[in-house]
């Protein structure tokens, strides 16, 4: 805050004085305060966050191993493995592609479906509603937990189901080539009611003449949809896929429980391949660089979210 | 059908009707999610056998109240519990405290880079945890202080989760009158006594938002206790619910389920009483990205 012009203008200079230097005084006191308001947190990210990130850049060019404790400049040997040599890497990009792609319509889908449906407050819908959002409050292990059980090759629940209709269903988390889709599923079903809320909070301020209006002329679901819902609806559609998308990179729990990674890597996605190469295989330096790798991206998509977030202008102050 | 008085367009426009076939869809959409929470709740009380049972049972034969106490039996589970739950409580004060602070010096505080921090703070939002948990682990081996309880306490407080706690308090405190500290302020009162007798007073609603956030994040948190964490009496709930296998790595379900219930129970009771805080802290988190 600068001083205020109209105090200095209707007091003469020399009375003045003294009492701005007292002013300047007390602000200086003032922002002394503030740097120690935040000097917990900022020093915490200075530690905690900004160091590990420029330290994943360091290590990135060094041959590290976590057992042996050797460390050795390499210069960018990591990289060229990883980008011409590790046959698996490809493999994990693509994984990452595929989880990022399967996973984000079908969450935005329902969860726009789910708050549409949900929008107005009754009893009924206020009940639905707690439950969408159970799976958000509960810890990812528990939610695993009872989902490998339920995709378990003979007394799965899944199969069970299956069975009544004829149909002998693999053993799902085994498959390669069913996995990757459970983990999508189960992971929707554990966070879709986030988005849910998201877009119910912004159902909240539709204005609801336009909706009465084209009721009454005669516009059925489909029309309202396209017409009233999605127009209206279009920033945070957009906002909401960007962190869901981010959201989406960060699958390492569900990746490691559900799957570890298998079956004959299907699973192994960007995040779970730097814990992986870091804890398992103890490469530490070549972990840094796929954790650079992550961070790019990461970065790349906070960069989109935060221009999108300039042009809507969407919940700030 | 015999007349064209009934049709089916004016079958399902009836009130009772839609409101009924709405009711079933909803439902039926909201199995996927039922069936695991009444699964786990169900198979917590049977017995090991009857849980493969096909076709399934939808309630236990009998109430096996055994599978709880053989948790505590099997491991050290309520050393466990107890170290879920003194962790997830220093990490919520701790979060409050330096999240309040940091807020508050943000958003009404004037100081020169103030901005700028700002936003190079709340950079750590986007960082996924992959990124820096391996520079964080070597420095905190280099401190001695693997399979402590120390690591899973100042990360959640100093590390992403404390800076979107941060970013959640300021926001909170643009919205607070200014006029509530201008009179404080002139009667002579500093800025640690504004914050504390004026400040937190007032910011109720985002104290508990940021505590519901801080808890729930340290008490589901699973990467770091796996990482941090080797001895079994110092492990937190969602390592120790792991931990429930037989000689040959398989999971002894009934047990398990049992202590994931436990695990479970006293987040859900919390969430469906606070449900509206609860979802309000979450959708509040949710549009930062």
Redo the contacts between chains.
Sequence with gaps: ?ETNPVLQNTFPAKINKPAKQRRSRT?L???????L??A??????L???????I??FV?SFMEKNLLSGKTEFVGLNNYITLFTKDALFPKVLGNTLIFTAGLVPINLILALV?AI??ARSSF?NNF????????????????V???S??LQGN?G?IN?VLQVFGIKGPNWLLDPGWAMFWVIITRV?KNVG??M??F??ALQDMPREHLEAAKVDGANTWNLFWNIYLPFLAPTIL?VT??TV?GS??V??HI??LTGGGPSNSTMVL?YY??FT??KVNE?GY??AI?VV??LI??G??TV?WSMRKKFS??E? | MKTNTFSLRSFFANKTVSKILFFVVLLILAIPVLWPFWWMFTSAFKKLYEIFAYPPTILPTTWNWSNFTQAFTYQPFAHQYFNSVYIAILVTFGTLLFSSLAGYAFARIPFKGSSILFVVLLSAMMMPPEVTILPNFLFMQKLNLINTHVPLILLPILGSNGVMCTFMMRQFFLGLPKELEEAARLDGLDRPGIFWHIIIPNAKPALSAVAIMAFLYSWNSFLEPLIYINDLDKFTLPLALRNFTDAYGQPLWNIQLAATVMAVVPVLIFYVICQKQVIESFSFSGTKG
Excluded: C, E, H
């Design positions: 805050m602000k006191i003032d922002a002394l305060w503030g740097y308001f935040i917990p947190q900022f020093i915490g990210f530690v905690f966050v900004l160091g590990p990130t330290a994943i290590y789910l449906l949900l009924v639905f509603r707690t439950v969408f959002f159970a799976p958000v409050v509960t810890s990812s292990v528990a939610w937990i009872v989902w059980f339920m007394s629940t069970q079903l986030l988005n809320v998201l119910l909070a906002l960007v962190i981010i990179l960060n390492f729990d490691l429980l995040s730097v814990y870091a804890f530490t972990a840094s954790a992550l961070f990461a970065l998509l906070t979210q969407y919940n102050n």
